[in-house]
């Protein structure tokens, strides 16, 4: 869809001060160090290149914002929990995300992306508690490290414990479930876009 064909990169941010202005409606992309958030995105946007990925967990230290035209903006946050970290950059992850998360921004929704052969570790749990009642997608990516059984019953247990939210098998490899992210995602900018502006 053309929303997506239209990404390009806005600002990263390393300080609360370096946020962007409120704008469009923005979708983040949350999720544990190295589970596939930046990589995510990329297949998303139809561009390989578009967010930095790595092998070495914590590469995005940064909240990244790209802009989808004048519409809408996707927020890549920096990998949660990766222990290797020193506290006081865990503390500044924290401030800096939680500085995001209360801003006066428009937040469509955010992306939960879990790595489908470690879901629901006890610090997705965590960031989940976290994130309190906002509208989730839990993307379960790397899906092609799975047989098809072993997708279909995470697919029903991690519905049966989100609840009303989302879910959907991805794989930036295979491009698995990126069309379906896509509509889903569009849908929640509109109406994002319909609350904002309301006619
Ligand atoms: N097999 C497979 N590998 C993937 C997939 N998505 C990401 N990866 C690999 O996982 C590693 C981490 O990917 P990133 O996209 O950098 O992960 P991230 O969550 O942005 O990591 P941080 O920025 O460090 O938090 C890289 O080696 C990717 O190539 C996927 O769907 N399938
Ligand atoms: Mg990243």
Not at 165 to 176: A, G, H, I, M, P
Request: glycine share 6%.
């Amino acid at each position: 869809m053309p929303l997506f064909d239209h990404a390009s990169f806005l600002r990263a941010a390393g300080r609360v001060a370096d946020l962007p202005p409120p704008g469009p409606p923005e979708i983040a992309f949350a999720g544990r160090s190295n589970v596939g958030k930046s990589s995510a995105l990329n297949a998303l946007a139809g561009r390989s290149r578009l967010a930095r990925t790595s092998k070495t967990p914590g590469r995005t230290q940064t909240i990244n914002f790209y802009a989808l035209g004048d519409a809408a903006r996707l927020v890549d946050l920096p990998g949660y929990g990766y222990a290797r970290v020193p506290r006081a950059m865990r503390e500044e992850w924290r401030a800096l995300v939680d500085a995001y998360l209360r801003s006066a921004r428009t937040l469509a929704g955010v992306v939960l992306v879990m790595d489908a052969r470690h879901a629901f570790t006890p610090l997705d749990e965590q960031l989940i508690a976290w994130l309190g009642e906002r509208r989730l997608l839990v993307l379960l990516t790397k899906a092609d490290k799975l047989t098809r059984d072993a997708q279909m019953s995470l697919l029903a247990e991690t519905r049966r414990r989100v609840g009303e939210n989302d879910v959907t098998l991805f794989s930036s490899v295979t491009r698995q479930g990126v069309e379906e992210c896509r509509d889903l995602l569009e849908q929640w900018l509109e109406q994002a876009a319909k609350i904002k502006n309301p006619r």
